[in-house]
DNA sequence: TGTTTGACCACGG
DNA sequence: GCCGTGGCCAAAC
């Protein structure tokens, strides 16, 4: 029984399958949200994450809301795909009112959130 | 085993 | 308001 103590991108998955359709979240949200201290680490995960089944990594962009992890999908357009099939419109690889869509992972997790399997 | 990189962010000038 | 630098942790070479 000994379960493998969850790592930077057990808690990246978990945090970004937490994120509710249409709503997007930035990769230093979650560094901050997990205490991680190193937002590169999340978007390192992601890049992982495709190995991951539900991980819905479209959802996560940069502060700038920028899809700047587009280029690591199977397809440049496919990120914009997905986030516009969720209701969330994307101006040149932007996303649009993209601090309205913003989502904290503590306002619906909660600070005292923890992964659980 | 040490160095480099990586879907970044915050800060300073 | 834009550009440059540092920092952060972990995996790959």
Redesign the pocket.
Same mark, same amino acid.
């Given at each position: 029984m000994n379960k493998a103590q969850p790592?930077?991108?057990d808690l990246v998955y978990a945090v970004v399958k937490a994120v509710p359709k249409g709503r997007i979240t930035?990769?230093?949200?979650i560094?901050?949200f997990l205490a991680?201290?190193?937002? %590169?680490?999340?978007?390192?995960a992601?890049? *992982?994450? !495709?190995a991951q089944d539900g991980?819905p990594?479209?959802r996560?962009?940069? %502060?700038?809301g920028?899809?700047?992890?587009? *280029?690591? !999908?199977p397809t440049p357009t496919l990120?914009q795909e997905l986030l516009e099939a969720e209701g969330v419109e994307i101006k040149e690889d932007k996303v649009v009112q993209f601090k309205s869509l913003f989502w904290h992972p503590v306002e619906d997790l909660g600070e005292d959130w923890e992964y659980k399997d």
């Open positions: 790592t930077y991108f930035t990769y230093g949200a560094a901050d991680l201290g190193a937002s %590169r680490m999340v978007g390192w992601l890049n *992982h994450s !495709f991980v990594a479209h996560v962009v940069n %502060r700038k920028e899809l700047s992890g587009r *280029h690591h !999908f990120m």
